[in-house]
């Protein structure tokens, strides 16, 4: 039995898919065996008219110059460790870092075109990978 809110669950097994909270969620049933850190991923997003690639260029480790379905392109992520699970802020460093990696790809786009910047978090468990397995 697993209790939520005030409603008691009767079920033979419950999927932890919380992402980032889910070291939480697994310590309200006494599972403390994992931690989660959130790594903050910043984009930028460029108006058509950025002179961008019209095809995907990846670049190690894991960042990326992109077109998009609707024309635009994005350039993007960074790749940082954090400790709040709820800053989605974008920082002056990040645009600087995304600017310098996208003109080694792609060193005609214009960054006078970007519409907007945005930064999303990923979830980065201690044990470094999913955690597919009972909880003891």
Do not use: C, H
Request: net charge neutral.
């Amino acid at each position: 039995m697993v209790t939520a809110g005030y409603e008691d669950i009767i079920a033979r097994r419950v999927v932890n898919a919380a992402g980032l909270f889910s070291d939480d969620v697994a310590r309200m049933i006494g599972d403390d065996s994992f931690t989660v850190r959130p790594r903050k991923g910043e984009y930028l997003l460029m108006d058509r008219s950025a002179k961008a690639p019209k095809y995907v260029i990846f670049q190690t480790p894991s960042r990326l110059v992109s077109p998009t379905v609707d024309g635009n392109s994005f350039v993007g992520p960074t790749a940082v460790d954090q400790t709040d699970k709820t800053d989605t802020s974008v920082s002056q460093e990040g645009i600087d870092q995304l600017r310098r990696m996208a003109k080694k790809s792609a060193p005609e786009m214009d960054f006078r075109n970007v519409i907007t910047s945005f930064a999303g978090l990923r979830a980065q468990p201690s044990t470094g990978d999913f955690i597919i397995r009972p909880s003891e």
